[in-house]
């Protein structure tokens, strides 16, 4: 079956230091992949999103590109600020139809002043 | 768009006890879906819906949770009896075919 892995957290750092959150995946076929974003007490909101190989994902300054030949879905900000502290969820939609996602653990990150 | 709405925002119960969680998805939404979220698990799928059917309901974890959605604009989630084990946020989230999923803020429910 289709399964995620993110890096674990919590993350913490500095404003203005550079971002990688580590998303791999296992799925058969040609997945699309998001990454959703969720601040305290609030749902998820979807932040970028890749639906094929080598497609890069981007907004808010955070990039993700789909590697296939790794499986992965890195996420990626070049200078973090204290608004961005949040948990990031990795997630990927099967190919075959089913149209529900699976999410990787999720991974907290902290940026301090 | 008021995006989709989840009713109650929090919900305290005892053991036993009977719980609906409602959802309203965006207008003109085919697909509907229940998640759950809790510290162990994370986040899984419960069911999803598409034009009012249920297409997948694999993840309900037994047969005290059931799901309903009448019409294209109203969507319930149900527990009975209710049990600790139950507790947990639950989102509901929307989508059309080929988009992307929009999440409601979710029910926190809290057995006790």
């Not at chain 1, 998820?44 to 981007?58: F, H, I, M, P, V």
């Not at chain 2, 059931?66 to 604009?73: I, L, Q, T, V």
Request: net charge negative.
């Amino acid at each position: 079956g289709n399964s995620v892995t993110q890096m674990e957290g919590p993350v913490t750092l500095s404003e203005e230091a550079f971002l990688t959150i580590n998303c791999t995946y296992t799925a058969t076929g040609y997945p699309s992949l998001f990454w959703y974003v969720q601040y305290p007490g609030e749902g998820l909101q979807l932040l970028l999103k890749a639906t094929k190989a080598d497609d890069k994902g981007s907004n808010k300054g955070f990039e993700a590109t789909y590697r296939k030949e790794t499986t992965s879905f890195h996420l990626e900000k070049g200078s973090v600020q204290v608004s961005d502290s949040a948990v990031y969820f990795c997630a990927l939609s099967g190919d075959t139809g089913r149209r529900a996602l699976t999410f990787g653990s999720g991974t907290r990150l902290q940026v301090q002043p | 768009d008021a995006g989709v709405i989840q009713s109650p925002r929090h919900e305290v119960t005892e053991m036993g006890q009977e719980v609906t969680l409602r959802c309203k998805p965006i207008s003109g939404h085919d697909y509907l879906f229940w998640y759950r979220q809790t510290m162990m698990r994370g986040l899984e799928l419960l069911i999803y819906f598409n034009n009012n059917v249920p297409i997948d309901d694999s993840g309900m974890p037994e047969d005290r949770f059931s799901a309903k959605m009448p019409n294209a604009s109203f969507s319930t989630l149900k527990i009975q009896p209710s049990e600790p084990r139950d507790s947990a946020v639950y989102f509901c989230a929307s989508s059309l075919f080929s988009g992307e999923q929009y999440f409601g803020p979710g029910t926190r429910l809290t057995v006790t």
